[in-house]
């Protein structure tokens, strides 16, 4: 991008020494990464090393007996796009956030507050009571559907102003307030107990119905939202000092803004519609990472990803395991385990 | 030629021995058994020995046609197992105690899935049935839970259970059971009642009392015990009611569901009645006043093989109050 070049001098050219240390965060982060994702596909029912082997073995042609077809078909249809959903989801979640909490100027940002997730939810009530729930693109199909109309309704909202902070951050309350309404009407007037259950459950973000096809509108969609929140990175840098000073950096304010907001919309759209709204990964990863590695976006926005990525693969294993077999929605675990986390990354920096 | 005659004979012969031993009689032949569960076709090329069951009532089916043998887990109790099945249930393993999910589902490691709710089959639940038949699992949905309009809902249990008994060739078992069943129904059904008008209280949730509709079993059961059920013009299975229509559609009996074991507040039936006591339209109820109250184990109002029993208690009750019994 253009404005990339004009921001150079801002961001001091780093020294050598700094720049191998962001290679070796770099390295390291994605080789937590990948142990992760590994190590957590062990974690839960009937899935021990050597099964997991047999699996992969016997997809790679290697010389393995293969599985039985219902536990080759736990390892590989269920518990293999389960955590790489995960992952995807906890990504696309902590990007979101970081970009918001620029985009806004406010730390209590978070991918839900523009109004999307309350939209994903109508969709996917209404599916539910009108009786599609049984295949899975019924709720997943609402769901997106539900977001894509609450953010066409905030972009309706906003067309004809300067899309200040606190007008995004109001309008969007505006329209996450209306379709929560909506929903709570829609259940009361013609929900039963099932359908009430199942969507309480679904609003505080489960992976059990994790599956190939998900996994694979998530990474595609993640790729290409990666790819824009991080071109936009210098950007999102020039936003922290207000629009002003943005604009006279040379930055197109409002373009890029449209631009961001399109996509950190789209983003959370397809996770909620994938997996529910997961609550807290996309508000504290941010911020926990911005302690590490400082407010730099070109680096905040990759490793925010990854360690979404990881803190959501770990929080939805321990859901498998901690009350097994019974599972608790993620949305639970990932406050109860967020929370002292950042506690402790807040301590470690000498801030509380 | 009649050398390769001969010989064609030999070649019939050794493949009719071939066909006797076990493995020719597991082959999809005419052996297989083809039944409909709920808008899917399920073949079973042999009696299924792996059974898991996703929710109490099919659970205490099968052990009711003696099946504990041929069953690889259970799920979802909702009360206690009724203590005819106690001894059996106790030796199959509990997969979950409450709504299972698709892994420790398929671990589990089925050869056919029997569930009384089409709605336990979605992705975040047990899995769809799609995705069970393609890994070539069977899923039996009960026939109550897919009403055609024309059959009622205790001959769609009964449909169950031969049809449970084609499966798991048990059809003598099952065909006794199911007389057995009839013979109950048609002797509640005997006995000459006035058309009292009765309310069904299944349960009070957050105040709420939810009664008996139009679709369910206690509806039936009112038209077999000669009552007439108050909300029979609602249609569902268990709608949500307010105690001021309770009040006003005036029923003569009281029918109260007991589900002391769920234990949330408002689930023993003496919780209820005592609710029912305090409320100023609905205690001055005749019926109440009167105590025309009859009580009933709610899991048994749901449709399963103890539902009968609920019938039977139903006609008990309803003589005794006529001063019959």
Redesign the interface.
């Known amino acids: 991008m253009a404005e990339a070049a004009l921001l150079e001098p801002v961001v001091a050219t780093p020294k050598p020494k700094q720049r191998s240390r962001s290679a070796l965060t770099v390295v390291l982060s994605l080789v937590v990464l990948v142990v992760s994702l590994v190590v957590s596909v062990r974690i ?3 899935a021990g090393w050597e099964e997991i082997g047999r699996a992969a073995g016997a997809r790679l042609g290697l010389p393995v007996v293969p599985l ?4 080759d ?2 390892i590989w ?3 293999l796009p389960r955590v790489l959903l995960a992952a995807l989801v906890g990504a696309a979640l902590a990007v979101c956030g970081a970009a918001l909490q620029s985009i806004t100027r406010n730390s209590l940002a978070d991918p839900y507050l523009l109004g999307v997730s309350s939209g994903a939810s109508t969709g996917a009530v209404v599916v539910v009571v009108l009786g599609f ?4 693109l019924g ?1 997943t199909g609402g769901a997106l559907i539900g977001a894509l109309v609450a953010f066409g309704l905030l972009l309706v909202l906003l067309r004809r102003t300067g899309l200040d902070s606190s007008r995004i951050v109001l309008t969007g309350v505006v329209v996450g307030q209306l379709f929560a309404a909506l929903t709570s009407l829609v259940l009361l007037s013609s929900g ?3 359908s009430i259950r ?1 969507i309480t ?2 609003l505080l973000g ?1 992976l ?2 994790a ?1 190939w096809t998900s996994v694979a509108v998530c990474a595609v969609v993640l790729a290409a939202g990666l790819l824009v929140v991080w071109l936009c990175s210098a950007a999102l840098d020039g936003f922290a000092f207000g629009t002003d000073t943005a604009s006279s950096l040379g930055i197109d304010v409002r373009a890029t803004r449209i631009v961001l907001l399109v996509t950190t919309s789209v983003l959370t759209a397809v996770a909620v519609a994938a997996v529910g709204a997961v609550g807290f990964v996309g508000l504290i990863v941010p911020h926990g990472v911005r302690f590490l590695v400082g407010p730099l976006h070109r680096k905040l926005l990759p490793l925010s990803a990854v360690v979404g990525a990881v803190f959501l693969v770990w929080t939805d294993a321990l859901t ?1 395991v901690v009350f ?4 608790v929605p993620v949305g639970v675990f990932t406050a109860l385990i967020g929370v002292p986390l950042f506690l402790l990354v807040l301590r470690r920096r000498g801030e509380l | 030629m009649s050398h390769p005659g001969r010989f064609g004979l030999a070649l019939v012969a050794v493949l009719a021995a071939g066909c006797a031993t076990p493995e020719g009689a597991q082959a999809p032949t005419a052996q297989s058994v083809v039944v409909d569960s709920c808008g899917k076709q399920l073949t079973f090329a042999g009696a299924p020995q792996r059974a898991v069951t996703l929710d109490q009532s099919s659970t205490e089916t099968l052990l009711a046609l003696g099946l504990q043998d041929r069953m690889a887990g259970t799920a979802n109790l909702k009360t206690k197992v009724s203590p005819k099945f106690a001894d059996a249930y106790a030796k199959i393993p509990v ?4 709504v ?5 589902l ?2 589990a ?2 050869d056919v899935v029997v569930s009384s709710f ?2 336990q ?5 047990a ?2 049935r799609d ?1 069970l038949a393609a ?3 069977p899923t039996f949905v009960s026939a109550v839970n897919c009403p055609d309009g024309t059959t009622a809902p205790f001959e769609r249990l009964f449909r169950d259970y031969e049809n449970f008994g084609r499966i798991f060739g048990a059809t003598e078992k099952a065909a006794q059971l199911a007389n057995d069943q009839r013979a109950a129904l048609a002797e509640v059904q005997a006995v000459k009642r006035e058309p009292v008008k009765v309310v069904w209280v299944y349960s009070v ?1 957050k105040g709420v009392p939810y009664v008996a509709g139009k679709d369910g079993m206690a509806s039936q059961m009112s038209k077999i015990a000669g009552a007439v059920n108050v909300f029979d013009d609602v249609d ?1 299975e268990w709608p949500e009611a307010s105690w001021e229509e309770i009040a006003r559609r005036d029923p003569d009996v009281i029918v109260v569901g007991d589900l002391s074991e769920r234990g949330n507040p408002g689930d023993k039936a003496s919780e209820k009645i005592a609710m029912m006591r305090e409320h100023p339209a609905v205690s001055q109820l005749k019926a109440l006043r009167d105590n025309k109250v009859i009580e009933i184990p709610g899991i048994e109002m749901d449709p399963s093989v103890r539902t009968v029993d609920a019938l039977k208690a139903f006609g008990a009750g309803l003589d005794k109050i006529a001063g019959r019994g």
Do not use: C, H, M, Y
């Open positions: 839960g029912v009937g039985p077809r219902l536990l078909s736990l249809d269920l518990r729930a049984g295949s899975q709720l039963d107990a099932d199942a459950n679904w489960s059990a119905s599956r498998r097994a077999p019974l599972e | 997969l979950s105690p409450k299972i999910t698709s892994e420790p398929r671990a490691n089925p089409q709605e089959f979605t992705p975040d639940r899995g769809t995705e890994l070539g699992v949730f569902q």
